[in-house]
């Protein structure tokens, strides 16, 4: 009789793990690229990613991933199954694009339509598209430096230029230093 009541016994045990088991608690995980983008699920706030192994009861989900800075966001559809891990990885393309310039000698003013500051200067807002570029060094012996560039949504591009010295003595500045010390020697000429 004892054997018979501790075999029952046994298989309650196994029924009720196995029940436990049936009815556990899953868990998420979310990964974004960049990290701390806002993880909603079913309207409630959850938390900034990365989101690691959250108890969830078993079901289906609104999963929404904002981006604050951006002011943007996605949403899907998520099911969460009792005993496991759904793990959910994002890269949120950004909708604005980068753009890095550096310059030889360092210090140039960099405009486009205005001033964005000094070399090396980068900006990681920039709205897509064409955009036409100055570079100008506070040392008048560079010459100012334009450049035409397209920065597409969610990428980086990077401009290095090296400025080149002005010649001191050009073609026409020779042709009015010769014309000048001619006009001058024959002023000198013409007093002696």
């Not at 609104?62 to 890269?91: A, C």
């Not at 980068?122 to 920065?151: A, C, Q, W």
């Not at 990077?158 to 230093?177: C, Q």
Request: glycine letters at 8%; zero cysteines.
């Amino acid at each position: 009789m004892y054997r018979h009541s501790f075999k029952l016994f046994q298989t309650g045990l196994i029924i009720f793990a196995y029940i436990l088991a049936t009815f556990a608690d899953g868990m998420l995980s979310v990964r974004t690229d960049p990290e701390g983008i806002e993880v909603w699920l079913d309207d409630q706030f959850v938390g900034d990613s990365p989101i690691v192994d959250k108890k969830l009861k078993p079901g289906r989900y609104s999963l929404k991933l904002v981006d604050p800075i951006q002011h943007s966001s996605t949403i899907e559809e998520i099911f969460i199954q009792d005993g496991e891990t759904t793990v959910i990885e994002k890269t949120i393309k950004s909708k604005f694009g980068t753009l890095k310039i550096n310059s030889v000698p360092e210090g140039a003013q960099v405009y486009i339509s205005s001033d964005l500051g000094n070399t090396p200067v980068s900006n990681n807002f920039m709205n897509p598209g064409k955009y036409r570029i100055e570079l100008r060094h506070p040392n008048k012996l560079y010459k100012s430096v334009m450049e035409d560039v397209t920065i597409p949504r969610g990428e980086s591009v990077t401009i290095s230029k090296t400025f080149e010295k002005r010649k001191i003595l050009d073609g026409k500045a020779k042709l009015r230093l010769l014309l000048g010390a001619g006009s001058a020697g024959g002023f000198v000429w013409a007093i002696i």
